[in-house]
């Protein structure tokens, strides 16, 4: 089981695929470490011989992902929220950040629908 960047990538899947498990890389990211590393992207994860695990995690440690990509995400987020930028203040909020409707979508920023006071409907 090869393991990059202290993830486990997972067996059964091709080498191009199997590299999405890791946070920051996609598809085409996936392919380009995979072209200039000189490993053939359809190649399984479970076939690969341990002189191209090392080549791909060498071709990993270029680019910016997991704990360290994170970290960055995360201290923007925190930037943005100190300087009470727009984008800010909707991430205190809870609210959608990029210009997304909130009357009638947004579910998944703002949460279950909140109980207001003195809305209950009369019987007769």
């Known amino acids: 089981m ?7 990538l997972p067996n059964e899947k091709h080498i191009c695929i ?6 920051g890389i996609g598809r085409p990211l996936a392919k380009t470490i995979c072209e200039n590393a000189g490993v053939e ?3 399984k994860v479970k ?9 791909l995690r060498k071709e990993v440690d270029q680019y910016t ?23 800010g203040i909707r991430h205190k909020k809870g609210l959608p ?3 997304q409707r909130t009357s009638r979508n947004a ?7 909140k109980v207001v006071a003195n809305k209950k409907k009369v019987g007769k």
């Not at 076939?47 to 080549?55: A, N």
């Open 2 to 8: 090869a393991r990059i960047k202290n993830i486990e």
């Open 41 to 43: 992207p359809s190649k």
């Open 47 to 55: 076939d690969l011989t341990d002189d191209e695990v090392q080549k």
């Open 97 to 99: 950040v990029r210009g």
């Open 18 to 23: 199997g590299l999405t498990a890791i946070y």
């Open 65 to 87: 992902v997991e704990g360290d990509l994170r970290r960055d995400v995360q201290m923007s987020i925190k930037e943005k929220m100190e300087i009470n930028s727009y984008q």
């Open 107 to 113: 579910k998944t920023r703002k949460g279950k629908g």
